[in-house]
């Protein structure tokens, strides 16, 4: 088994791709819309499966927000230079709710980000620094 992709529920499909291509710098990988059934499709990524795992934007016709649920976590990326990350997703117009630092109780660096529907980004810096 591998992971193919997370399902996030959308409020603003153009918002949400504009945030993942432009300010996190992945790709519109593919779009479905299904009229008949009420909801649209946006698929993105850095790469396509089965390279790496995809986000699955969906948007229901007609709904604008939706309420986070108490289970709901996070997404995680690997960044190779968190600082310099940070500071690109910044220039974007991206939210950063954590600012670059040791993980409590670790010496890992983490960020956190929030994209426009209030969905947790969590950035792992997965490259040594020294």
């Known amino acids: 088994m591998r992971l193919l992709h997370t399902m996030l529920r959308v409020g603003d499909m153009q918002r949400s791709v504009d945030f993942y291509t432009r300010v996190m710098g992945m790709k519109l990988l593919r779009t479905t819309d299904r009229p008949e059934q009420k909801y649209s499709l946006a698929f993105v990524g850095y790469d396509s499966n089965p390279d790496q795992a995809e986000i699955e934007l969906t948007y229901n016709y007609g709904v604008d927000k939706y309420e986070m649920g108490g289970a709901y976590g996070h ?15 910044r220039a974007q117009g991206g939210n950063i709710t954590r600012e670059p ?14 994209d426009p529907d209030g969905y947790k980004i969590e950035l792992i810096q997965t490259k040594s620094m020294t």
Not at 75 to 89: K, N
Not at 101 to 114: Q, S, W, Y
């Open 75 to 89: 997404i995680a990326l690997g960044v190779d230079d968190i600082y310099a990350t940070c500071e690109q997703i």
């Open 101 to 114: 630092g040791p993980v409590k109780g670790g010496d890992t660096l983490i960020a956190f980000i929030t």
